[in-house]
């Protein structure tokens, strides 16, 4: 970048980390991370560092000639690890094939399926003239069998290992 106040031999503008922001759209971090080694060209009110854009420029330039870093540097390792996270788990059995889960899910919704169906008969009859008392009873016994059928599509997924039997 050229600054055009120097270009027409004006006395050059001074910035601080907020106006370089602002002139530069870009992040206080990265900013920041190239002037590091870099000493202000002068102190404006409030005794804030400030630099021109020629320093800037020069600073960015020699940052950015040493590599990626920063954010996508970092989102790049974060990928790396998660990959290798990746392949230690399926070389050590503890992946599934999103068939298998999928399978084991429809499983689930079948059998709470079954219930609301059987209970949306029988609930009415066994509601009716019950005081307070009886009801929790009844809420009671249907968060059993919930219970219950969790507990039975549970045993489909030790059941059916899908690299094989139960280990």
């Known amino acids: 970048m050229v600054n055009p106040d120097q ?6 503008k ?6 370089l ?27 804030h560092p400030a630099w021109t854009l020629d320093q800037v420029n020069a600073a960015l330039e020699a940052s950015s000639s040493k590599g990626v870093t920063g ?5 790049k390792i974060q ?12 070389a050590a059995g503890r992946l599934v094939e999103r068939a298998f ?7 689930v919704a079948s059998k709470f399926a079954e219930l609301r169906t059987q209970s949306e008969a029988a609930e009415p009859i066994l509601l009716h003239g019950k005081d307070l ?3 929790r ?21 030790e059941e059916k290992k899908p690299n094989g039997p139960k280990q």
């Not at 001074?14 to 106006?19: E, K, M, P, Q």
Request: glycine share 8%; proline share 3%.
């Open 21 to 47: 922001m602002h002139e530069l759209r870009m992040g206080r971090d990265a900013i920041r991370k190239a002037l590091v080694n870099v000493t202000p060209a002068k102190t404006v009110q409030g005794g």
């Open 79 to 90: 990928e790396q690890i998660r990959q290798l996270q990746l392949a230690n788990d399926k």
């Open 7 to 12: 270009a027409n031999g004006d006395s050059p």
């Open 14 to 19: 001074y910035f601080t980390l907020n106006g």
């Open 137 to 157: 009873e009844l809420v009671r016994q249907r968060w059993d069998t919930i219970g219950k059928a969790l507990a039975e599509c549970a045993k489909y997924f």
């Open 101 to 107: 889960v999928v399978e084991g899910f429809a499983r």
């Open 71 to 75: 954010p996508l540097k970092d989102q």
């Open 133 to 135: 008392t009886e009801l």
